[in-house]
């Protein structure tokens, strides 16, 4: 079936650098989702791309959508504390529903 | 706008008992609704996908007998764990949609513990 990789699965960084998690879909997505779940908190949704190649900013986060439509990153630049948290990714199947990946849990020393 | 709710926040409960778990989506209507189960370190697993109206679609290995969900309304969806055990003890998400295509809006969760 349908699988969402990603990588790598704990990143820890200094406060400051720069963090980086790669998503990976067995299949091609029509569109890929990027949330964000606090230590104890529901996904919150971040973005949404769509566009073969497509690239949006948000502040100090970086999506990026693969040609292929079937791979995608979320780059953050210069973390801070308030990062921590765990990012997934997730395509739609058939459609209607969606797959998360597997999630990448960001920790950010300070 | 686009918030919806999830109540209790958390339950705990016994072992061989039945728990309810209602998801509301507080501003919009929602033909569909998704219930999600997640286990700690985990990512979420789609358990199944409710349509106002009609019955619930159950994704592969989860037991529509012991999970049974109604969507009696396009604001309230509700998922109750039957005969609850220990290892149904997870983080349970449940969110939301106007229409098909449509971004979903999460719930922010009821945590189970079954002892």
């Known amino acids: 079936g349908q699988q969402v990789m990603q990588i790598p699965q704990y990143q820890h960084v200094q406060e400051g650098e720069d963090f980086t998690t790669y998503c990976n879909s067995s299949?091609?997505?029509?569109?890929i989702q990027w949330y964000k779940q606090r230590p104890g908190g529901h996904p919150v949704f971040l973005i949404q791309l769509v566009k073969s190649g497509e690239v949006k900013k948000q502040k100090r986060l970086t999506f990026q959508f693969g040609e292929a439509k079937k791979n995608s990153s979320l780059h953050i630049t210069a973390t801070q504390t308030t990062d921590v948290g765990t990012y997934f990714c997730a395509g739609p199947r058939n459609t209607d529903k969606l797959i998360f990946g597997t999630g990448t849990r960001l920790q950010v020393f300070p | 706008g686009a918030v919806v709710s999830q109540h209790p926040s958390w339950v705990i409960c016994k072992s061989g008992t039945s728990v309810k778990i209602e998801c509301r989506s507080l501003d919009f209507q929602a033909t569909t609704m998704f219930w999600y189960r997640q286990f700690p370190k985990q990512s979420l697993m789609l358990m199944a996908t409710s349509n106002e109206g009609s019955k619930a679609t159950y994704e592969q290995g989860v037991e529509k007998d012991k999970f049974l969900i109604n969507h009696a309304s396009l604001t309230l969806s509700t998922l109750t764990v039957t005969s609850a055990h220990p290892e149904d003890s997870s983080f349970y998400i449940c969110s939301a949609r106007v229409a098909r295509g449509e971004t979903q809006y999460f719930g922010p969760g009821t945590r189970l513990l079954v002892l």
């Open positions: 299949t091609t997505l029509s569109n």
